[in-house]
């Protein structure tokens, strides 16, 4: 007879479909280091153009138009048009809720 060494309390994270999805795809956009570096940006600079993150990132304005979609998609921030600009910070109530289920895991 095999004997089970994972305890009872395993398995308990209460998350499923949609959820589950929208907490995937907040993983897998914060496990790119340039968006990373973006988010730690937005932290301290929040209401920031599109210009403000092409001047901190050595890449082009193209591609942090790219990595500013995923993580707009995914929940971390939201912009602000502005005229022809768009503002970016940070979406908290989005940043509370990963938190709370991550919380949940560890």
Not at 9 to 36: H, S, V, W, Y
Not at 46 to 67: E, M, N
């Amino acid at each position: 007879m095999v004997t089970s060494t994972i305890p009872e309390a395993c398995c308990t994270l209460d998350i499923a479909g949609e959820n589950q999805k929208k907490l995937i795809t907040m993983f897998k956009a914060l496990g790119n280091p340039t968006r990373f570096e973006i988010i730690k940006f937005l932290v301290t600079h929040p209401g920031c153009i599109t210009g403000d993150i092409v001047g901190f990132l050595p890449i082009a304005q193209a591609t942090v138009s790219q990595h500013l979609k995923v993580l707009r998609n995914a929940g971390f921030i939201e912009g602000t048009v502005t005229g022809a600009a768009t503002s970016y910070c940070l979406h908290e109530e989005n940043i509370d809720w990963f938190r709370s289920k991550v919380g949940d895991i560890f």
